[in-house]
């Protein structure tokens, strides 16, 4: 299967701060998604992202697909960005491997 | 419009006993999957399937079985259950390459299933 690796593993933020989180992925893809698990354990989808660049609102990705990686940016985090972040990608459309994912905490 | 729904959200077992983990969606969704969560290691596919009828075994098949004999439901079946089976069940449902919109992941709420 496909190793993804997300980094970093924890992050502290102070409200208000920016942050990026990374995904790399061991082989070409052709879907990737960012997730968002808030503490009640929901996982919610922020991004279908497999090339290029989305902005939503605070948040934005980017995928470079030729190099492997992913990026998911937080502008202005506040205390309900806090959870675990998650990447998944696939290349066969059936099959999505995770990362481990990030933890985030924003401090109010 | 509810989405993917899963049932039980809590379930306690004991070893050697067994449990059916329901999953249904109404978005008219051609795949479905079964996922469990363990601290630490992310999300792991157990099963999935691409369509009404069709199962197939992803990375940590061993222990489970399912069944999807509707499309909009896919059961997650264990037959003796085990302590490494505790864990938190995700299903989720996209529509594939078959059905239009891009095959974007949606989620349920989460079972969690603890084996004693």
């Known amino acids: 299967g496909i190793q993804v690796e997300q980094s970093p593993p924890d992050l502290i933020l102070q409200e208000g701060a920016n942050s990026t989180l990374r995904c790399n992925f061991s082989d070409s893809v052709n879907n990737l998604q960012w997730f968002h698990q808030n503490p009640w354990g929901q996982l919610i989808n922020l991004f279908y992202?497999?090339?290029g660049t989305k902005q939503n609102g605070r948040l934005s990705a980017t995928t470079v697909a030729t190099e492997r990686y992913s990026l998911l940016y937080i502008s202005s985090s506040q205390t309900t960005d806090s959870g675990v972040y998650f990447c998944?990608?696939?290349?066969?459309?059936?099959?999505?491997?995770f990362g481990t994912g990030t933890s985030l905490t924003v401090i109010p | 419009n509810a989405g993917v729904t899963q049932t039980p959200k809590f379930r306690v077992l004991k070893t050697g006993q067994s449990m059916t983990l329901l999953c249904a969606q109404d978005m008219n969704h051609e795949y479905m999957y079964w996922y469990r969560q363990d601290p630490g290691m992310g999300l792991r596919l157990i099963h999935y399937s691409v369509g009404e009828g069709t199962t197939a075994k992803g990375e940590v098949p061993d222990g489970y079985n399912v069944s999807r004999l509707k499309k909009q439901n896919f059961l997650l079946g264990l037959e003796s259950a085990a302590p490494s089976q505790t864990s938190v069940y995700f299903c989720a449902s996209s529509y594939g390459f078959r059905g239009s919109g891009a095959n974007v992941l949606t989620f349920g709420a989460g079972s969690r299933l603890t084996v004693l």
């Open positions: 992202i497999p090339s």
């Open positions: 998944a990608v696939t290349n066969t459309g059936n099959q999505f491997y």
